[in-house]
């Protein structure tokens, strides 16, 4: 027993060696390098996106945290528990507390409306205060806050009130002395309505019960922000969502900027699909190399079995090189992987201001799973059928069966790809999208590879003697030339899929938010200021932007019943609020249900009447971003009393054309019939609306105007004179935040290029590999050919017009595929109109021949360029 | 004396798709040890096929075959591949080299399969004793025929198996090197004892072994010691 346990334990070293022996002779005479590249192509990409995607998303956690001057915010209309508070400290998390507020601020000169915001000492946990001595001064970071007894306020109070830095300004009974200019605070732009109301003004905590301005029933936001560690945050996360009974929220960055999360979700579904498509092609080439490597190890096998070796030793010894391989492919991948992500950050320094955190070795465990998933499921199964091999091949090699014609190697592959694409996507609408997508063109395929071989041979009695060999040499290698289609249509597929959906999604995103998106709201502007403010903005040459009339409307009744309320069944959806709502926020109905945003407050379903108020504005152009998709717009010379609704909101609130609609307007009902639908483009930052009326239906209602403007660098010194000359106009300032969104949507964009061109990479590997797949056949066909006679013209022909030929089958199958994939994926999973690209009808097709011909052609060239002699030696040896 | 390899009644059809094909019948069949036997016959008589069962690299549809006193027949391929290790040498037509390794490195293989910590130097000495000292780091096609048989050669000795099958050695060789390669086959078989099966075509090659069994159609038709093939060697043509 022991003696034979000596035996096997001395065996594995034994046969490890010979195993090393191999892997470096094979890796010397180039049998490998095709196989380990593949491998180090799957790990390469998938630690190189991972490692990217991770810091990426690290520094926008931390930079978004900074929105949020904390890393998660509860919030509330009324105090949460001080319990919660003490409770945070406890679990070792740092804590801050807010209160925000819209108030009159007086000095002697005049007053002006603010908003106020107390901060506790420790605020801002995340970000920095920014501060200087004078109005438009130099900046500097100062986080102590405002000391008792001191405001800071942001320039433009100054001129509002006819002050200047150390004068005194009274806030209700308080007074409090100017003692900085605030310039920036982190989370300027996420209380809605309370920080909207006008230019801040900051103020300690404790100084509140002294301005006895908060009494029972005022607006007022309380929030207690957090920082510290991801996984303590979560815990109390858990035990706050225990307590609070829905009356307050708990929010990290991700629910504040829908526009900036849509553009991360893509962006992220993008890298995702990019990273799988990369490692199912190198999938697909390694179980291809794999292949290859393993008919060319049968002999191998069968030699070593007639020196004794056991079956389960040749599986040692072939686990042995996967396994060599694997460890090689996971460390240069990793390594390549790491210079990869490292050459990303490069490229994009001016894109990525901020200091990327170091990555986690996540990425790294990543791509070795992956890379062992790959193996396991691509290469390990042809190379451990090797065991099957007869020892009987040494003498008889006609008489035995290749060990790989089982379904073995299908089952683990298909097998494995499925581990991988959920396992990645951690999405099933993405897996069966994808997997659909495959099925479809294998099930395209089997129906396609019956019409070639009948139409190959009958187009081959007509043709000329090239074009049959040609048809003869696919219909010989029927089995090969489906499976060369395949992975062709396959691989031409993945590119055309990523192509498309790349240039989509950038348009898309320019479209978003073009170089001359409007970065300032102007609001609370009265129909006797709009003359002159238009006035003021051509002097100071500004483009000026059109002013919508805007007032709040409650939607009361639908053709004569109570309006259903549009968000009853998803309150996720609240979150939709568009530029416009939010800047409305100010000048919204105390009795809002839309105040439970800003707020976070208890949701009011015990209410017997809910109205919903929105902004509303009348027009007589579309607005430019809205497209009507049912009815038509109302000519110039309108009937008053029609309403356009935007499309998915009439379908909550099931509203069609025709339909009279009631309308509270500032306590008067107005009646509407629907005229037409439209589609809104919700995230391009800029003046949308739920319903526009016809011109003349609401112009006695007494609305306030909005419009915007673009004031880039200086230009915005501009905003003081503005405000000097129209004290009552609110300037809502999201040049942060478009900026912000313009920088993540260019690393995004950046980031889809390079994973497009990894794939690309895969792509071509794949394509080589499949080529290679059947080069010993054909140096030996081709041999036995010439030696018959025939010409080197005739089979170069020959070979361009069969690889031409699948390369256009394959081109064929993957533009389809490809269109097909699209449809869902945008409307699924990318939230995009699909449209079909016409020009890829013809380019797929074109490519497809023109590449398969190409590389097929340039790769087996060799094949008629050697002797047939040396060639028919060699294989015979 | 004991048998190195008997054959009882062996018999061997392969399924084909125009019904059973018979290639071997009723074949018996007894070996001594260091005995040296020719088995001869025309293509397709079933040689190849005889060496293949009695070297325990397929199985038997019927009969018993016992390898070094071992029935070959009640193993299965896991044991049969051992017992190659253990006691069984080959040289064949096509040399069977693998290519990726160096002539060194081939005639090591199965030394090392044996855990022999010697390998190296053992291989590299059969290498000096058939004339390759000077190829040790070659690879299969940097070799020219006959060298490549002699790595073959040097690679079957290596095992220190007991008996040592040949399949058509000279098969793909020029007459003289041919010659050379068959001459130093036999001198080493002498020196280390060896049970030798030689499967040839070429009864001239035949003759320089004790015994000849010639196969007709899957039968043994003659079975005889040299001396004596010698003799009747030309009547059995007739």
Redesign the interface.
Known sequence: MSESAQ?VS??AT?LM??AL??LW??W??G?LRLLLLAMVMAVTSVSGIALFTDRLERALVQESATMLAADRVLSGRQQPPREWLQEAAQRGLATAEVQAFASMVFSDQGNLLVAAKAVSEAYPLRGELRVSDQPFGAAYTDNDGPARGEVWVESRVLPGLGIDVGDTLYVGDGEFVVSRVLVQEPDRQQGGMMDNAGPRVLMHLDDVPVTNIIQPGSRVSYRYLFAGELAALDVYADWVREQSDGDFRLRDVRDESQEVSEALARGESFLLLGSLFAVLLAGIAIALTARRYSERHF??A????????????ISAIYFGILLSLLIIAVVVGSLLGWLVHEGILILLQTVIPIALPAASLTPFWLGALTAFICLFAFAMPPLLALKHT???R???KD?VDAPLSTALPYVFGIAGALVLIVWYSQDLLISVILVGAVAGVALLLSAMSYLLLRTGSAAGMRAGSAWMLAMSAVRRRRRQSVLQVLVFSLTIMSLLILALLRTDLINDWQAQLPEDTPNHFMMNISDSQVAGMQTFLQENEVDANPFYPMVSAGLLTVNGAPAPHPWDDDDDEQGRSTMTERSGDNDRDADADRQDTEAGGADATDRPQRVENRQVTWTAQLPPDNEVVAGSWWAEQSIPGRVSVERDYAERIDVNLGDELVFRVNEQEVTAIVDNMRTVRWDNMQPNFFFIFSPGTLDHLGATYLSTLLLEGQEKLLLNDLLRQFPTIVVLEVDALIEQIQSIIAQVSSAIELIAGLVLIAGALVLLSCVNATLDERFRENAILRTLGAGRKLIMTSLLIEFAFIGLLAGVIATVGAELSLYYLQSEVFQQEFALHYWVWIAGPLAGTVIIAGLGFAATRKVVNSSPLAVLR?L?? | MTAMIEARHLSKQ?ATSEGQLVILKDISLSIDAAEAVAIVGVSGSGK??L??LM?G??SASGGDMLLDGQNLSTMD??ER??????S?G?V?Q????????TAL?NVM??I????DRDARQKAANLLQRVGLESRLQHY??QLSGGEQQRVAIA?AFA?QAKILFA?EPTGNLDAATGARVIDLLFSLNAEFGTTLVLVTHDDRLAQRCGRMVRLVAGEITEDVSVDVAANVGDAAHV
């Open positions: 035996t001395a065996s034994t060696r010979v022996r191999l002779r094979d010397r005479g049998e002999d191998y069968a030699i070593m079995k007639t020196l004794g070796c056991t079956s389960n030793q007869s020892p009987l040494v003498l008889r008489l060699q015979s040896a | 392969v190849s096929t060496l293949g070297a690299l397929d391929e896991e591949a051992q017992l190659r290790g253990r069984v080959f064949f096509s040399f069977q080299l693998l290519p990726s390794l490195e293989l199965p090392e399969l044996k855990n299969p096609n690679r095992s399949d």
